[in-house]
């Protein structure tokens, strides 16, 4: 996880990772706890690929740039 302070509501995050291989779930959680943003198993889509994404806040306060790979198992 991430944390990322928003000092001003309207404020605009700029995303841009590369997943390598393998899958992950990447999410944006506001400070309310709502997901504001939401890629499940990217490398479905985005391995060897950069992802590009940008999120306009609607408050202020903490949000949390969460990478998951939780469910992956060796």
């Known amino acids: 996880e991430l ?3 928003v000092n001003v ?3 605009t995050i700029i995303i841009d990772w590369v997943l390598d291989e393998n899958d992950i779930s990447f999410s944006i959680i ?3 706890g709502e997901k504001l943003v939401s890629v499940e198993k990217a490398a479905n889509n985005l391995a ?3 992802y590009h994404g940008r999120i306009k806040t609607k ?3 903490k949000h949390i740039l969460r990478f998951d790979n939780s469910y992956s198992w060796f």
Do not use: H, L, N, T
Request: net charge neutral.
């Open 9 to 11: 509501a309207g404020a």
């Open 48 to 50: 060897g690929k950069p």
């Open 59 to 61: 408050a202020k306060g």
């Open 3 to 5: 944390p990322v302070d």
């Open 30 to 32: 506001g400070p309310d």
